[in-house]
């Protein structure tokens, strides 16, 4: 009898965490995704199960702490610079969900970067020309020069011709270098990389040989809830976390 | 007192067997109602609520949230806290209507008739499938084991500067004169004035696949093997007698891992997409019932 009753008692609190967690994803799945973020009631339970989920999926190729790696090209989450949108909660929603070049049909997948060495630098646009050398060179000189870097200013004024020219990559990048965070073009003139230290020799590699990441499509894999998790768990790694009821009662014991 | 008159399995402090047989029964045929009653009415799936991930059901077909988010983004340019009421019954009438007319194309089968169908199908299945072989991320050892099993793919593009003399066909001695020429000695100036200058065909320093599409094939071969300083022998062409003076040629030079890893990863899973697009294709050939007419076998 006392047996009957611990398993009844035991199934009761198995149904409550179950049902409290339904709720707790329902509510989190209609809010307005961008609201979360301020809101101390769903940020921390999404937050800490979101950072569980990211551990497993994301972190092998974005460093537990989400720091990136420039060697492959992974981008950094804890700084504020952002390659699509703006880093709101449904803009890295979208990404977790639909992924980048993913294949997914939903992916974002506009850009990419040609491969001006090649006899063929864009598989869809042909008309990019591939270029010499030399204008690699030249354009290589010119980014450096926009960053505020030194280099040959003779080579770099030929380059800002072949950026706003021939090269075509104002394109993607805009006439100013700035680039575009609806494509997924980076800001050029920064000294922020996705790949490589910024030397000559890598924004030469960028050019010569093209570059293409990839952030695979996680729609199959996770649930809607757990994609809206993690998305607030990566937004909250480059955003000061707001300080909830919960958290000062959690510090206080 | 328990009244002796109450069949034993009714008690519920007793321990008789007939009663967890009893329940058992019931349950059982309770769940095999259930389950017979949700076959045959082929209303076992339909649901009265609209889950949370989801802002709608038509016949059951759920319309994602996050898709209606990224659709308001798209059209009005503002979150769900900025839409107003106007922008959000557009969109979701929109999507309604989207989601009504692809299944009626369904009843209707239009992938059968329609050749713009047909291809985006073909193309979201195989999109499907290459979508599945990126999630799978391969480990560093394997991408190291695939870029030594394809060490050769990985070099940069080798660069060449040339001048390509072409002298007519009639004056072969003097493109062996040319030819004959020690390295480091391109031909003096009077002597070219006295023949023909340069072809063009390579000007500046060009990548080795313009410089073959520049030169063509044959010349490419034998420009490419030539140190900086050398001169080729004699090659008559349509055009004349080519001689050609390798002023500078870098040739390619193979990258470490570290370097090729962005295009390791791109190839191997290209590879892996490939293999699963020929599995998959092979699982359906043999799961389907093909027949094909005598005369075209």
Not at chain 2, 134 to 139: A, E, L
Not at chain 2, 246 to 275: C, E, Q, S, W
């Amino acid at each position: 009898m006392r047996l009957a009753l611990l398993l009844a008692a035991e199934a009761c609190i198995v149904a409550a965490v179950l049902l409290h967690s339904s709720q707790f994803e329902g509510r989190l799945l209609r809010s307005d995704p961008n609201a979360i973020p301020n809101n101390a009631a769903l940020l921390p339970f999404a937050r800490e199960r979101g950072e569980a989920l990211y551990g497993t999926h994301c972190a092998a190729c974005h460093g537990q702490l989400g720091q990136g790696d420039t060697e492959r090209g992974i981008p950094n989450l804890t700084d504020d610079d952002w390659l699509y949108g703006v880093g709101s909660v449904s803009d890295i929603e979208q990404i977790v969900k639909y992924g980048i070049r993913s294949f997914n049909p939903k992916a974002l997948n506009l850009a990419i970067m040609p491969a001006y060495a090649t006899a063929r630098p864009s598989v869809r646009d042909s008309s990019i020309r591939a270029l010499s050398p030399e204008n690699i060179r030249d354009l290589a000189e010119f980014l450096l020069r926009e960053q505020g870097r030194a280099g040959d200013t003779v080579a770099a004024a030929r380059g800002a011709e072949l950026f706003a020219g021939a090269g075509g990559c104002y394109d993607c990048h805009a006439i100013d270098g700035k680039g575009d965070p609806a494509i997924g073009a980076p800001n050029l003139t920064d000294r922020i990389t996705l790949y490589g230290d910024g030397s000559r020799e890598s924004l030469s590699m960028s050019i010569a040989y093209g570059r293409h990441g990839v952030c695979p499509a996680w729609a199959a894999r996770m649930g809607a809830a757990e994609i809206r998790e993690v998305a607030i768990f990566v937004h909250s790694l480059s955003h000061e976390p707001r300080r909830t009821e919960t958290d000062t009662r959690a510090r206080s014991d | 007192m328990p009244d002796p008159t109450e069949p034993l399995w009714i008690k519920v402090t007793g321990g008789g067997s007939r009663r967890s047989f009893v329940l058992l029964g019931g349950g059982a045929l309770l769940g095999l109602l259930m389950a017979g009653y949700s076959l045959f009415t082929a209303r076992g799936t339909s649901t009265l609520i609209v889950p949370p991930e989801d802002v709608a059901l038509i016949n059951q077909q759920p319309i994602s949230r996050s898709d209606y988010l990224l659709q308001l983004q798209t059209l009005y340019g503002v979150d769900l806290g900025h839409a107003t009421a106007a922008q959000r019954r557009k969109v979701l009438d929109d999507m309604i209507r989207e989601e009504l007319f692809v299944q009626r194309g369904r009843e209707l089968d239009v992938a059968s008739t329609d050749p713009d169908v047909r291809a985006a199908m073909v193309n979201a299945v195989e999109l499907e499938i290459a979508a599945d072989a990126i999630t799978q991320q391969p480990t560093e050892a394997q991408l190291r084991l695939y870029f030594a099993s394809h060490r050769a793919r990985y070099a940069s593009e080798g660069t060449m500067s040339l001048r390509d003399y072409v002298f007519p066909p009639r004056e072969s001695a003097a493109a062996a004169e040319a030819a004959g020429l020690p390295r480091f000695s391109p031909p003096t100036r009077a002597f070219l004035e006295r023949w023909h200058a340069a072809s063009g065909k390579v000007v500046d320093e060009e990548f080795y696949f313009a410089a073959k599409i520049h030169l063509g094939d044959r010349l490419f071969e034998a420009a490419r093997d030539l140190v900086d300083g050398g001169v080729s022998a004699p090659i008559t062409g349509a055009e004349g007698i080519h001689v050609l003076y390798m002023i500078k040629n870098k040739k390619p030079v193979p990258f470490d891992f570290v370097a090729a890893r962005d295009r390791v990863l791109t190839d191997y899973r290209n590879d892996a997409i490939g293999h699963l697009r020929t599995g998959d294709e092979a699982f359906l050939r043999k799961r389907a019932n093909i027949l094909i007419a005598e005369d075209v076998r």
